[in-house]
C-alpha cells in the first residue's frame, strides 16, 4: 500500500551541519532505565527505531565525568575509551537502516550527588544538590570551568569515535551544568559567567564552540536547550531570555532541538496535557535561525505533523514518547497504514522504568525494552506452532492484546466476554477525568481485531464451566480481571480495616458504575498510584465534600515516578479537597471515619457520611478455580486475573503468553541477563 500523497513532506531528506537525515522524524533523547547497566538492551531497542524508519536515533543523557555521576539512574557513560564499544555497537546498528545516530553528553551538576564516584558535584555556585542527598555542590572555579570544557571536547571525540553522526550539547530541563549556568535562580556569581545572559551563556557558547572544533567537520552539532522554564519572571521565558538566547546562539549550531523545562513540563501526562501543549512556546523559533528545528509534542497524527511543518514550526517531528508505543510510526505512515499506529496514551509508564532504576516498559507497546531481553520485535511473531485454536474468556487489556498477538501468529482465536463492550476495566476508567487518551489501548486492539479473519469475538457472552467444556477449545485463557475489595485490607492494614455495620462503603467500582455517596466522604488511598485521586477529583467535581486520607507522605505517591504526583496534589488542594497525610483509616462507623497518625498514632475522628476504599483489588477468578478443579487441559489465565497490577502489566502478560504458547521454555530466567565481567585480581597489599 502507498503513502498517501499529503505526507509526502514528512519523507523529505533534511540536511544537519555535514549530514542528511533521510526523513523528518527524529526520535530525540530519551531515558530508557537500560543505559550502562543493560548495554545490548539499549542497543537492540534504538535499532529497531532505527528499522521503523526514524531518520534520527538518539541516546539518553551520557556522562562526560564522574563529577558527574548520576547513579542509580542508569544513563549512558563516556567517561574514557572504554566505554566506547557500547555506544558503536549502538551505531553500527542504527547505521544498518540507513539512519543517523545521536548522542546526548551531559554533566549533570546539581542534579547528581555522586553517589557512585563520591566526587564533589560542581555548580556555577555553591548550592546544595537537587536530589534529597546531605550533599553540596561547591562553587566552580575557573580551572574547573576548564576542565569541564575539556571533558566535553574528549566526550564529543568518543561519541565520534563511536560512529556518532550528530554530537549534543546539553542545555535543557536544568538537568545539565550548562543549564545551571544559563539559570538565573540558580547561577549567582559575579565574574564574567554570571551576571548578564550573556555572560551565563558563555560557558554554553564555548562548548559549543569547543565541540564544533572537536567534531565539527563529520558530526552535526545540536543544542538542545528548554526555552520556557515555566517559572515565569523567576526563570528563563519563551517571550524573555529564552528568545534572546535563541537570538544570541542562533547560527551556532547545526540543529536546535527545543522543549520547555523541566522534565515533568516536557513529558506531561496526557491527564494533565494534550498534544501539542508545547508548540505555544517555541513556535518562533525557527524564524530567529536559518538551521533545522526538531520540536515534541507527543504527536501521533501525520496530519498535525504535516501542519506543522507546513506552517514552518519545525523542520523535525520529535518524539520520545510516540517513538516508544510505536517503534514503526514512520514506517507505517510511509506504507498508508496510519490506522495500525499505536498511538502513546501519555500515561508515562515508559518514565517510570527510568524513575524505578528498571528497564523501559510502555503500556501500548508490550515489546519495549525486550527487544534484546526476550527477543520481542514490535511488529514481527513467530507463527503458530500448531493449527489450534484458543478461547480468551474476559476482553480487558490483558485479553484483547492476547487475542491481536495470538491471531497475529495465525491461531483461531475467540474471545468472549459478559459485558456488552469489550475493554474490560477500561470500559470504566477511560472515562474518568483526564484518562481518555487511555482508551486508545481499548481502540488499538479491537482495530487490529477486526482486521483479522482468524479472530472472532462474542459481547454479552457470560461463559460457564459447562459452555466453555461445549465450545472444546485446544486452549483456555482466562482474563476475568480484577475488583476493588470493600474490607480495606491493603499494604497498611493487612488484617483489614474495622467496619461497624450500617457504614456505607464504597469502592472505585461502585463510584465509576455511577454510584454516589451521601454527605460528606472520606475516600482512603492506600494504593498510591492515580486512583485515589482520581476519585477524589471526580467526586469533588460532582459537588461532594471530599477529604482524601493516605498512609502516603503525598498524594497519589507512586505518580512521581510517572511525573504528575505535584499536579495530582495540587489539583486536588486548589479544588478544596481536604488532605490527611501520613494517616491510616482504622475504623470506619456509621457517620464517622476514625484514622491513627502514622507516627504518633493519635486518633482523629471524621464527620463523614460514607467512605471510599481504594486499597486493592481482587482478582475474579472463579471460573479460573473452576475450570481448574476440573482438570482441564491447558488452562491458563493472564493479566488482573492472575495478579492485579498496572494496565501496561496486563497488556504484557496478555502478550507475554500470545509469545510463549507452543515454545520451548528457556529455564530459570525465561529471558537474556547481561552478566557483568569480573576484572583482574587486584592485590591490594602489592599497590600499598
Known amino acids: 500500500m502507498a503513502r498517501d500523497p499529503r505526507y509526502d513532506v514528512l519523507f523529505e531528506p533534511v540536511k544537519i551541519g555535514p549530514v542528511t537525515a533521510k526523513n ?30 526514524w531518520a534520527v536515533v538518539t541516546t539518553e543523557e551520557v556522562e562526560i565525568h564522574p563529577s558527574g555521576d548520576h547513579s542509580p539512574w542508569m544513563g549512558g557513560r563516556l567517561w574514557d575509551d572504554r566505554d566506547i564499544p557500547v555506544f558503536a555497537r549502538m551505531c553500527d546498528a542504527v547505521h544498518a537502516h540507513g539512519a543517523l545516530a545521536g548522542c546526548e553528553l551531559n554533566h549533570a551538576g546539581v542534579m547528581a550527588a555522586n553517589r557512585y564516584s563520591r566526587d564533589v558535584p560542581l555548580a556555577p555556585s555553591h548550592i546544595p544538590v537537587a536530589m534529597p542527598d546531605p550533599v553540596q555542590a561547591r562553587a566552580m572555579d575557573l580551572s574547573d570551568i576548564h576542565d569541564l570544557r575539556r571533558w566535553h571536547r574528549e566526550a564529543a571525540v568518543r561519541a565520534r569515535d563511536a560512529g556518532f553522526d550528530i554530537i549534543y550539547v546539553y542545555a535543557g530541563h536544568q ?48 543544542l538542545r536547550f528548554s526555552v520556557d522554564e515555566l517559572k515565569g519572571p523567576d526563570g528563563i521565558t519563551s517571550d524573555g531570555e529564552g528568545r534572546d538566547l535563541v537570538e544570541m546562539l542562533a547560527e551556532l549550531p547545526d540543529l536546535w ?44 497524527s501525520p496530519d498535525a505533523m504535516v501542519s506543522l511543518i507546513k506552517n514552518g514550526v519545525l523542520d523535525f517531528i520529535g ?8 517503534p514503526f510510526l514512520p514506517k507505517k505512515i510511509e506504507d498508508g497504514r496510519v490506522e495500525d499506529i499505536r498511538e502513546c496514551i501519555g500515561c508515562n509508564i515508559c518514565v517510570s522504568g527510568d524513575n524505578t532504576f528498571v528497564p523501559i516498559r510502555c503500556t501500548q507497546n508490550p515489546t519495549m525494552g525486550e527487544e534484546w531481553r526476550k527477543g520481542w520485535h514490535p511488529e514481527k511473531i513467530a507463527k503458530a506452532h500448531a493449527p489450534e485454536s484458543v478461547l480468551i474468556v474476559g476482553a480487558g487489556p490483558a485479553g484483547l492484546e492476547a487475542a491481536r498477538a495470538l491471531g497475529q501468529r495465525g491461531y483461531d482465536v475467540t474471545l468472549a466476554d459478559r459485558a456488552q463492550d469489550l475493554g474490560g476495566r477500561l470500559r470504566s476508567e477511560r472515562l474518568l477525568p483526564g484518562l481518555a487518551e487511555w482508551g486508545r489501548v ?75 455517596p451521601s454527605g460528606p466522604v472520606t475516600v482512603f488511598d492506600d494504593d498510591h498510584y492515580y486512583m485515589g485521586g482520581l476519585i477524589a477529583e471526580l467526586l469533588s467535581k460532582d459537588g461532594f465534600d471530599v477529604t482524601l486520607v493516605t498512609p502516603s507522605t503525598h498524594v497519589s505517591e507512586w505518580a512521581h515516578n510517572t511525573l504528575e504526583q505535584h499536579r495530582i496534589q495540587a489539583r486536588l488542594m486548589g479544588m478544596g479537597v481536604k488532605v490527611m497525610l ?65 494496565i501496561a502489566a496486563a497488556v504484557y502478560s496478555g502478550h507475554r503468553f500470545a509469545r510463549e504458547l507452543g515454545e520451548p521454555e528457556m529455564g530459570n530466567v525465561p529471558f537474556r541477563r547481561e552478566l557483568p565481567a569480573l576484572a583482574p585480581v587486584i592485590d591490594s597489599e602489592r599497590q600499598l
Open 582 to 646: 501520613s494517616h491510616n483509616l482504622i475504623a470506619v462507623a456509621p457517620g464517622t471515619a476514625t484514622v491513627a497518625c502514622g507516627y504518633t498514632n493519635a486518633t482523629t475522628v471524621l464527620e463523614v457520611e460514607s467512605t471510599v476504599l481504594v486499597t486493592m483489588r481482587s482478582p475474579v477468578d472463579g471460573l479460573y478455580q473452576v475450570l481448574s478443579k476440573a482438570s482441564l487441559p491447558n488452562l491458563a489465565r493472564i493479566g488482573d486475573c492472575l495478579g492485579p497490577s498496572t
Open 442 to 516: 481499548v481502540d488499538y486492539r479491537t482495530w487490529q481485531i477486526s482486521q483479522m479473519a482468524n479472530v472472532e469475538t462474542f459481547a454479552s457472552s457470560d461463559m460457564t464451566e459447562q459452555s466453555v467444556r461445549e465450545f472444546g477449545a485446544d486452549h483456555v485463557v482466562v482474563s476475568t480481571g480484577a475488583h476493588w475489595t470493600r474490607d480495606g485490607i491493603g499494604r497498611e492494614n493487612p488484617h483489614a480495616i474495622n467496619i461497624i455495620d450500617g457504614s456505607n462503603i464504597l469502592t472505585p467500582d461502585d463510584v465509576m458504575a455511577g454510584q454516589r
Open 319 to 326: 518524539a520520545a514518547r510516540p517513538s516508544i508505543a510505536d
Open 175 to 222: 538537568l545539565s551544568t550548562i543549564s545551571h549556568f544559563l539559570s538565573p535562580y540558580r547561577n549567582r556569581r559575579s565574574d564574567a559567567y554570571g551576571g548578564s545572559l550573556e555572560n551565563r551563556a558563555r560557558l554554553l557558547r564555548e562548548v559549543l564552540e569547543d565541540t564544533r572544533d572537536a567534531v565539527g567537520d563529520t558530526c552535526a552539532i545540536a
Open 257 to 300: 532541538d527545543v522543549n520547555i523545562s523541566g522534565w515533568e513540563n516536557d513529558s506531561a501526562t496526557s491527564r494533565f496535557k494534550a498534544s501539542g501543549y508545547q508548540e505555544d512556546y517555541i513556535r518562533w523559533v525557527k524564524s530567529v535561525t536559518s538551521k533545522p528545528v526538531v520540536g515534541v509534542g507527543r504527536y501521533t
Open 24 to 53: 523528518r522524524f527524529y526520535q530525540v533523547p530519551h531515558c530508557n532505565g537500560m543505559g550502562r547497566s543493560y548495554p545490548s538492551s539499549m542497543a537492540e531497542m534504538r535499532r529497531v527505531k532505527a528499522e521503523g524508519g
